[in-house]
Nanobody, 120 residues
């Protein structure tokens, strides 16, 4: 059974940091790209970052570039999203997803979300 388990969300003050984790199982982790997304109430889902476990390449949306860092621990089948300098507008439910082809080419599996709330 394929599972993507996102965790690490919580309540943090503006300027603070959180590290999200996406633990994967049920598929060959090394062959997939893992992306992070978020969705705030009343807004469309936004792609934030992706790491391709095939070659280690990473991608970031402009809205998080320089503040968020994606990394992958292939031994643990886990991808992390380190989020620094958080802003109230970062408040959303954060999701991870797995793509067999590459970053942004069609995600095959999705995890449940983890809530991130940034207070001003």
């Amino acid at each position: 059974e394929v599972q993507l388990q996102a965790s690490g969300g919580g309540l943090v003050q503006a300027g603070g940091s959180l590290r999200l984790s996406c633990a994967a199982s049920g598929f060959t982790f090394d062959d997939y790209a893992i992306g992070w997304f978020r969705q705030a109430p009343g807004k469309e889902r936004e792609g934030l970052s992706c790491i391709d476990n095939n070659d280690g390449s990473t991608f970031y949306a402009d809205s998080v570039k320089g503040r968020f860092t994606i990394s992958s621990d292939n031994a643990k089948n886990t991808v992390y999203l380190q989020m620094n300098s958080l802003k109230p507008e970062d408040t959303a439910v954060y999701y991870c997803a797995a793509d067999a082809v590459g970053c942004g080419l069609g995600y095959d599996y999705w995890g449940q979300g983890t809530q991130v709330t940034v207070s001003s």
